[in-house]
Protein backbone atom coordinates (compact mmCIF):
# COMPACT_ATOMS: atom_id res chain seq x y z
CA UNK A 1 0.00 0.00 0.00
CA UNK A 2 1.44 3.88 -0.91
CA UNK A 3 1.29 6.13 1.66
CA UNK A 4 -1.28 8.30 -0.11
CA UNK A 5 -3.68 4.67 0.52
CA UNK A 6 -3.24 4.88 4.24
CA UNK A 7 -5.13 6.75 6.49
CA UNK A 8 -3.16 8.63 9.08
CA UNK A 9 -4.23 10.26 11.80
CA UNK A 10 -1.67 12.74 11.24
CA UNK A 11 -2.09 16.28 10.00
CA UNK A 12 -0.91 16.28 6.19
CA UNK A 13 0.32 19.70 6.24
CA UNK A 14 -0.71 19.88 2.53
CA UNK A 15 -4.03 20.66 3.73
CA UNK A 16 -3.60 24.26 5.33
CA UNK A 17 -3.29 27.87 4.42
CA UNK A 18 -0.84 30.00 5.93
CA UNK A 19 -3.58 30.46 9.05
CA UNK A 20 -4.36 26.97 9.36
CA UNK A 21 -0.95 26.13 9.49
CA UNK A 22 -0.32 28.47 12.20
CA UNK A 23 -3.35 27.47 14.27
CA UNK A 24 -2.28 23.89 13.65
CA UNK A 25 1.31 24.72 15.16
CA UNK A 26 -0.95 26.70 18.14
CA UNK A 27 -2.61 23.40 18.84
CA UNK A 28 0.78 21.72 19.19
CA UNK A 29 1.74 24.22 21.62
CA UNK A 30 4.28 26.12 19.30
CA UNK A 31 4.82 29.69 18.02
CA UNK A 32 2.68 30.35 14.68
CA UNK A 33 5.50 32.27 13.34
CA UNK A 34 7.38 28.27 13.33
CA UNK A 35 4.81 27.35 10.53
CA UNK A 36 5.77 30.03 8.12
CA UNK A 37 9.30 28.74 8.63
CA UNK A 38 8.24 24.83 7.69
CA UNK A 39 5.64 26.41 5.08
CA UNK A 40 8.77 27.65 3.28
CA UNK A 41 10.48 24.94 2.88
CA UNK A 42 7.55 22.52 2.10
CA UNK A 43 6.89 25.29 -1.10
CA UNK A 44 9.81 26.89 -1.74
CA UNK A 45 12.13 23.77 -1.47
CA UNK A 46 9.72 21.18 -2.13
CA UNK A 47 11.20 19.49 1.47
CA UNK A 48 8.98 16.29 3.03
CA UNK A 49 11.25 15.28 5.26
CA UNK A 50 11.00 17.23 8.65
CA UNK A 51 14.55 15.94 10.02
CA UNK A 52 16.07 18.32 6.85
CA UNK A 53 14.40 21.14 7.44
CA UNK A 54 17.89 22.55 9.10
CA UNK A 55 16.96 25.69 10.55
CA UNK A 56 14.02 24.08 12.98
CA UNK A 57 14.96 23.34 16.25
CA UNK A 58 15.32 19.00 17.03
CA UNK A 59 12.61 19.39 19.43
CA UNK A 60 10.23 20.75 17.27
CA UNK A 61 10.76 18.56 14.13
CA UNK A 62 10.74 15.47 16.62
CA UNK A 63 7.04 17.13 17.66
CA UNK A 64 6.78 17.44 14.00
CA UNK A 65 7.69 14.31 12.90
CA UNK A 66 5.23 12.48 15.68
CA UNK A 67 2.00 14.67 14.83
CA UNK A 68 2.43 15.34 11.30
CA UNK A 69 3.42 14.86 7.99
CA UNK A 70 4.13 16.20 4.28
CA UNK A 71 2.39 13.61 1.50
CA UNK A 72 1.56 15.26 -2.07
CA UNK A 73 -0.21 12.80 -4.16
CA UNK A 74 1.84 9.96 -5.81
CA UNK A 75 2.77 10.10 -9.31
CA UNK A 76 1.70 6.82 -11.19
CA UNK A 77 2.26 7.49 -14.52
CA UNK A 78 4.00 10.80 -16.32
CA UNK A 79 4.05 11.25 -19.52
CA UNK A 80 5.87 14.13 -22.28
CA UNK A 81 4.25 15.41 -25.49
CA UNK A 82 6.35 16.21 -28.33
CA UNK A 83 5.19 19.92 -27.71
CA UNK A 84 7.03 19.84 -24.69
CA UNK A 85 3.37 19.52 -22.44
CA UNK A 86 3.64 17.64 -19.42
CA UNK A 87 1.31 15.57 -17.88
CA UNK A 88 1.01 13.77 -14.43
CA UNK A 89 -1.15 10.51 -13.56
CA UNK A 90 -1.51 11.21 -9.57
CA UNK A 91 -3.20 8.29 -8.02
CA UNK A 92 -5.56 9.05 -5.36
CA UNK A 93 -6.83 7.68 -1.85
CA UNK A 94 -9.43 5.10 -3.09
CA UNK A 95 -7.92 3.85 -6.16
CA UNK A 96 -8.90 6.53 -8.39
CA UNK A 97 -6.34 8.77 -10.32
CA UNK A 98 -6.38 12.31 -11.93
CA UNK A 99 -4.42 14.09 -14.17
CA UNK A 100 -2.75 17.48 -13.95
CA UNK A 101 -0.87 19.25 -17.53
CA UNK A 102 2.03 21.61 -17.71
CA UNK A 103 2.04 23.85 -20.46
CA UNK A 104 5.45 25.65 -20.98
CA UNK A 105 5.58 28.89 -23.42
CA UNK A 106 8.13 31.37 -24.12
CA UNK A 107 7.19 33.74 -21.52
CA UNK A 108 5.48 31.68 -19.28
CA UNK A 109 4.43 28.12 -17.98
CA UNK A 110 0.82 27.41 -16.84
CA UNK A 111 -0.10 24.55 -15.08
CA UNK A 112 -3.63 22.99 -15.43
CA UNK A 113 -4.89 21.65 -12.42
CA UNK A 114 -7.98 19.43 -11.47
CA UNK A 115 -10.06 20.16 -8.38
CA UNK A 116 -12.81 16.88 -8.55
CA UNK A 117 -11.76 13.42 -9.41
CA UNK A 118 -14.64 13.06 -12.47
CA UNK A 119 -17.05 15.57 -12.90
CA UNK A 120 -20.62 15.58 -12.20
CA UNK A 121 -22.13 18.10 -14.74
CA UNK A 122 -21.91 16.49 -17.68
CA UNK A 123 -21.26 18.76 -20.63
CA UNK A 124 -21.93 17.32 -23.52
CA UNK A 125 -18.58 17.69 -25.49
CA UNK A 126 -16.29 16.99 -22.53
CA UNK A 127 -14.36 13.86 -21.84
CA UNK A 128 -14.22 14.17 -17.97
CA UNK A 129 -18.07 14.32 -17.91
CA UNK A 130 -18.29 10.88 -19.23
CA UNK A 131 -16.32 9.58 -16.84
CA UNK A 132 -18.83 10.16 -13.72
CA UNK A 133 -18.02 12.08 -10.67
CA UNK A 134 -16.10 10.05 -7.40
CA UNK A 135 -14.92 12.68 -4.69
CA UNK A 136 -13.90 16.30 -4.40
CA UNK A 137 -9.96 16.70 -4.03
CA UNK A 138 -9.09 17.64 -0.45
CA UNK A 139 -7.05 20.60 -0.46
CA UNK A 140 -3.92 18.84 0.08
CA UNK A 141 -4.63 16.79 -3.16
CA UNK A 142 -4.90 20.28 -5.40
CA UNK A 143 -2.01 21.88 -4.14
CA UNK A 144 -0.18 18.71 -4.14
CA UNK A 145 -0.65 18.77 -8.34
CA UNK A 146 1.15 22.27 -8.24
CA UNK A 147 3.53 20.59 -5.33
CA UNK A 148 4.58 17.77 -7.82
CA UNK A 149 4.78 20.10 -10.65
CA UNK A 150 7.07 22.48 -9.09
CA UNK A 151 9.61 20.30 -7.92
CA UNK A 152 9.71 18.07 -11.25
CA UNK A 153 10.83 21.75 -12.54
CA UNK A 154 12.97 23.47 -9.96
CA UNK A 155 10.86 25.85 -9.52
CA UNK A 156 11.79 28.16 -7.15
CA UNK A 157 9.39 31.11 -5.92
CA UNK A 158 10.77 35.16 -6.74
CA UNK A 159 13.94 33.69 -8.02
CA UNK A 160 13.73 30.88 -10.83
CA UNK A 161 10.23 30.93 -11.65
CA UNK A 162 9.36 28.24 -13.94
CA UNK A 163 5.20 28.00 -12.90
CA UNK A 164 4.08 31.57 -13.46
CA UNK A 165 0.20 30.42 -13.88
CA UNK A 166 -1.94 27.91 -12.64
CA UNK A 167 -5.47 27.65 -13.73
CA UNK A 168 -8.32 25.57 -12.28
CA UNK A 169 -8.95 23.63 -15.62
CA UNK A 170 -8.24 20.54 -15.10
CA UNK A 171 -11.10 17.56 -14.29
CA UNK A 172 -14.26 19.08 -12.14
CA UNK A 173 -16.03 21.68 -11.28
CA UNK A 174 -13.81 24.02 -8.87
CA UNK A 175 -16.87 25.96 -7.66
CA UNK A 176 -18.99 22.89 -6.23
CA UNK A 177 -15.70 21.82 -4.36
CA UNK A 178 -15.25 25.78 -2.91
CA UNK A 179 -13.77 25.45 0.57
CA UNK A 180 -10.86 23.50 -0.46
CA UNK A 181 -10.15 25.40 -3.76
CA UNK A 182 -10.03 28.69 -2.40
CA UNK A 183 -7.69 27.18 0.43
CA UNK A 184 -5.45 25.77 -2.19
CA UNK A 185 -5.59 28.87 -4.18
CA UNK A 186 -4.51 30.66 -1.35
CA UNK A 187 -1.46 28.66 -1.17
CA UNK A 188 -0.58 29.57 -4.93
CA UNK A 189 -0.76 32.66 -4.01
CA UNK A 190 1.02 33.31 -0.67
CA UNK A 191 4.49 34.84 -0.53
CA UNK A 192 5.51 31.64 1.41
CA UNK A 193 3.95 29.21 -1.14
CA UNK A 194 4.31 29.69 -4.80
CA UNK A 195 4.05 33.49 -4.46
CA UNK A 196 1.75 33.81 -8.15
CA UNK A 197 -0.01 36.84 -8.26
CA UNK A 198 -3.22 37.31 -8.02
CA UNK A 199 -4.58 37.60 -11.62
CA UNK A 200 -1.97 34.48 -12.37
CA UNK A 201 -4.91 32.25 -11.02
CA UNK A 202 -7.45 31.53 -12.75
CA UNK A 203 -10.88 29.67 -11.89
CA UNK A 204 -12.96 28.14 -14.32
CA UNK A 205 -16.55 27.43 -13.61
CA UNK A 206 -19.01 26.28 -15.77
CA UNK A 207 -21.25 28.80 -14.63
CA UNK A 208 -23.07 28.07 -10.67
CA UNK A 209 -23.91 31.67 -10.41
CA UNK A 210 -24.54 32.10 -6.74
CA UNK A 211 -20.82 30.79 -6.05
CA UNK A 212 -19.40 33.13 -8.47
CA UNK A 213 -21.18 35.44 -5.94
CA UNK A 214 -19.32 33.62 -3.32
CA UNK A 215 -16.03 33.39 -4.67
CA UNK A 216 -16.34 36.98 -5.24
CA UNK A 217 -16.57 37.83 -1.85
CA UNK A 218 -13.61 35.54 -0.67
CA UNK A 219 -10.61 35.76 -3.13
CA UNK A 220 -9.09 37.78 -5.14
CA UNK A 221 -8.42 35.46 -8.37
CA UNK A 222 -8.61 35.43 -12.54
CA UNK A 223 -12.34 34.42 -13.36
CA UNK A 224 -12.83 32.39 -16.99
CA UNK A 225 -16.50 30.86 -17.65
CA UNK A 226 -17.09 28.21 -20.07
CA UNK A 227 -19.78 29.80 -21.86
CA UNK A 228 -19.67 27.17 -25.86
CA UNK A 229 -23.22 28.94 -26.96
CA UNK A 230 -24.31 32.20 -27.31
CA UNK A 231 -27.97 31.54 -26.88
CA UNK A 232 -30.14 29.62 -23.69
CA UNK A 233 -31.42 26.64 -26.38
CA UNK A 234 -28.04 25.79 -27.33
CA UNK A 235 -26.38 26.69 -24.57
CA UNK A 236 -28.44 23.94 -22.64
CA UNK A 237 -27.97 21.51 -25.22
CA UNK A 238 -24.21 21.97 -24.50
CA UNK A 239 -23.99 22.79 -20.90
CA UNK A 240 -26.81 21.19 -19.06
CA UNK A 241 -26.51 23.42 -15.87
CA UNK A 242 -27.17 25.88 -18.21
CA UNK A 243 -31.21 25.32 -17.09
CA UNK A 244 -30.36 26.12 -13.92
CA UNK A 245 -28.47 28.71 -14.36
CA UNK A 246 -29.24 30.43 -17.77
CA UNK A 247 -27.15 33.23 -19.65
CA UNK A 248 -28.68 36.19 -18.22
CA UNK A 249 -28.31 35.24 -14.73
CA UNK A 250 -24.54 34.31 -15.33
CA UNK A 251 -23.35 37.37 -17.13
CA UNK A 252 -25.44 39.21 -14.12
CA UNK A 253 -22.64 37.20 -11.58
CA UNK A 254 -20.06 37.71 -14.01
CA UNK A 255 -20.95 42.16 -14.24
CA UNK A 256 -20.77 41.83 -10.23
CA UNK A 257 -17.27 40.09 -10.44
CA UNK A 258 -15.83 42.13 -12.41
CA UNK A 259 -17.37 44.93 -10.73
CA UNK A 260 -15.46 44.01 -7.56
CA UNK A 261 -11.79 45.07 -8.84
CA UNK A 262 -10.15 47.28 -11.57
CA UNK A 263 -9.37 46.60 -14.69
CA UNK A 264 -10.52 43.03 -14.72
CA UNK A 265 -11.92 40.98 -17.74
CA UNK A 266 -13.98 37.90 -17.43
CA UNK A 267 -12.33 35.20 -19.89
CA UNK A 268 -15.11 33.38 -21.80
CA UNK A 269 -14.28 29.71 -23.66
CA UNK A 270 -15.78 28.86 -26.19
CA UNK A 271 -15.13 25.28 -27.95
CA UNK A 272 -15.41 25.33 -31.09
CA UNK A 273 -17.73 22.53 -32.56
CA UNK A 274 -18.40 22.09 -36.46
CA UNK A 275 -21.83 22.73 -37.29
CA UNK A 276 -23.10 23.50 -33.82
CA UNK A 277 -21.90 26.79 -32.59
CA UNK A 278 -19.44 28.07 -35.09
CA UNK A 279 -21.94 29.75 -37.63
CA UNK A 280 -21.46 33.36 -38.34
CA UNK A 281 -24.68 34.21 -36.66
CA UNK A 282 -23.45 32.78 -33.46
CA UNK A 283 -20.74 35.09 -33.27
CA UNK A 284 -22.91 37.89 -33.63
CA UNK A 285 -24.95 36.53 -30.66
CA UNK A 286 -22.18 36.60 -28.94
CA UNK A 287 -21.08 40.00 -29.94
CA UNK A 288 -24.29 41.33 -28.09
CA UNK A 289 -23.31 39.14 -24.95
CA UNK A 290 -19.86 40.37 -24.33
CA UNK A 291 -20.49 43.93 -24.98
CA UNK A 292 -22.42 43.83 -21.60
CA UNK A 293 -19.68 43.59 -19.76
CA UNK A 294 -15.50 43.78 -19.46
CA UNK A 295 -14.59 40.79 -21.13
CA UNK A 296 -12.78 38.50 -23.47
CA UNK A 297 -12.70 35.51 -25.51
CA UNK A 298 -10.77 32.18 -25.70
CA UNK A 299 -11.91 30.00 -28.91
CA UNK A 300 -10.69 26.37 -27.59
CA UNK A 301 -10.95 24.36 -31.14
CA UNK A 302 -12.67 21.34 -29.94
CA UNK A 303 -10.18 18.36 -28.84
CA UNK A 304 -12.01 14.96 -30.16
CA UNK A 305 -11.74 11.40 -27.91
CA UNK A 306 -13.57 8.13 -28.28
CA UNK A 307 -17.21 8.07 -28.83
CA UNK A 308 -17.57 11.64 -28.55
CA UNK A 309 -20.54 12.69 -31.75
CA UNK A 310 -18.74 16.19 -31.88
CA UNK A 311 -16.09 17.40 -34.16
CA UNK A 312 -13.34 20.34 -34.54
CA UNK A 313 -14.87 22.94 -36.27
CA UNK A 314 -13.10 24.04 -40.01
CA UNK A 315 -9.68 26.16 -38.79
CA UNK A 316 -11.10 28.88 -41.58
CA UNK A 317 -14.25 28.68 -39.68
CA UNK A 318 -12.77 29.43 -36.62
CA UNK A 319 -10.20 32.36 -38.06
CA UNK A 320 -13.52 33.93 -39.48
CA UNK A 321 -15.72 33.70 -35.76
CA UNK A 322 -12.30 34.99 -34.51
CA UNK A 323 -12.97 38.05 -37.20
CA UNK A 324 -16.30 38.91 -36.74
CA UNK A 325 -15.53 39.28 -33.03
CA UNK A 326 -12.50 41.12 -33.61
CA UNK A 327 -14.00 43.61 -36.17
CA UNK A 328 -16.65 44.27 -33.57
CA UNK A 329 -13.94 45.19 -31.09
CA UNK A 330 -13.71 41.94 -28.54
CA UNK A 331 -10.76 40.77 -27.76
CA UNK A 332 -10.80 37.16 -28.62
CA UNK A 333 -7.77 34.47 -28.94
CA UNK A 334 -7.44 30.76 -30.55
CA UNK A 335 -6.00 28.70 -27.86
CA UNK A 336 -3.51 26.67 -29.64
CA UNK A 337 -4.37 23.02 -28.94
CA UNK A 338 -1.09 21.87 -26.51
CA UNK A 339 -0.51 18.17 -25.73
CA UNK A 340 -3.00 16.82 -27.89
CA UNK A 341 -0.83 13.61 -28.86
CA UNK A 342 -0.54 12.60 -25.12
CA UNK A 343 -4.68 13.17 -24.34
CA UNK A 344 -3.27 16.37 -22.25
CA UNK A 345 -5.19 18.66 -24.16
CA UNK A 346 -8.77 20.95 -22.78
CA UNK A 347 -11.46 18.73 -21.97
CA UNK A 348 -9.48 15.14 -22.85
CA UNK A 349 -8.63 14.80 -19.34
CA UNK A 350 -10.12 12.11 -17.78
CA UNK A 351 -7.48 9.80 -14.69
CA UNK A 352 -8.69 7.23 -13.64
CA UNK A 353 -12.13 7.59 -11.91
CA UNK A 354 -13.86 4.82 -10.03
CA UNK A 355 -17.04 5.86 -11.05
CA UNK A 356 -19.22 5.76 -8.00
CA UNK A 357 -22.56 7.06 -10.69
CA UNK A 358 -23.82 4.92 -13.48
CA UNK A 359 -23.08 7.49 -16.13
CA UNK A 360 -19.81 6.04 -17.43
CA UNK A 361 -21.67 2.60 -18.07
CA UNK A 362 -24.50 4.20 -19.63
CA UNK A 363 -21.91 6.31 -21.51
CA UNK A 364 -19.85 3.48 -22.94
CA UNK A 365 -23.73 1.83 -23.89
CA UNK A 366 -24.82 4.86 -25.55
CA UNK A 367 -21.10 4.49 -27.91
CA UNK A 368 -21.79 0.91 -28.26
CA UNK A 369 -25.27 1.38 -29.87
CA UNK A 370 -23.29 4.56 -31.40
CA UNK A 371 -20.89 1.99 -33.10
CA UNK A 372 -23.79 -0.37 -33.87
CA UNK A 373 -25.42 2.09 -35.46
CA UNK A 374 -22.95 3.05 -38.03
CA UNK A 375 -22.00 -0.30 -39.12
N1 LIG B 1 -15.70 22.71 -14.91
C1 LIG B 1 -14.91 23.86 -15.17
C2 LIG B 1 -13.44 23.55 -15.28
C3 LIG B 1 -13.06 22.73 -16.49
S1 LIG B 1 -12.17 23.76 -17.52
C4 LIG B 1 -15.43 24.57 -16.39
O1 LIG B 1 -16.34 24.05 -17.03
O2 LIG B 1 -14.98 25.67 -16.70
C5 LIG B 1 -11.98 22.88 -18.98
C6 LIG B 1 -12.29 23.75 -20.19
O3 LIG B 1 -12.15 22.98 -21.40
C7 LIG B 1 -13.71 24.22 -20.14
O4 LIG B 1 -13.88 25.45 -20.75
C8 LIG B 1 -14.36 23.14 -20.96
O5 LIG B 1 -15.62 23.50 -21.36
C9 LIG B 1 -13.38 22.97 -22.08
N2 LIG B 1 -13.53 21.69 -22.76
C10 LIG B 1 -14.15 20.61 -22.29
N3 LIG B 1 -14.12 19.61 -23.19
C11 LIG B 1 -13.47 20.07 -24.25
C12 LIG B 1 -13.07 19.49 -25.49
N4 LIG B 1 -13.37 18.22 -25.77
N5 LIG B 1 -12.38 20.24 -26.35
C13 LIG B 1 -12.05 21.51 -26.03
N6 LIG B 1 -12.38 22.11 -24.88
C14 LIG B 1 -13.08 21.40 -23.99
Excluded at 115 to 126: A, D, R, V
Excluded at 294 to 309: C, D
Aim: hydrophobic share 40%; with cysteine; glycine share 8%.
Amino acid sequence: MSAVDQRSSKFNLLDYDRQGLRDVFAQLGEKPYRAEQVMKWIYHRHVTDFAAMTDVGRALRDKLEAACEIVPPKTMFEKQSADATHKWLLGMDGGSAIETVFIPESTRGTLCVSSQIGCGLNCTFCSTGTQGFNRNLSAAEIIGQVFVAAKHLGNVPHRQRKLTNVVMMGMGEPLLNFDNVVRAMSVMRDDLGFGLANKRVTLSTAGLVPMIDKLGEVADVSLAVSLHAPNDELRTQLVPLNKKYPIAELLGACQRYAARRQRTTITFEYTMLKGINDRPEHARQLIKLMRQLPSKVNLIPFNTFAGTQYERSDEGDIRDFQTILLDAGVLTMVRRTRGDDIDAACGQLKGQVVDRTRRQADFRRRVEEGAKHAA
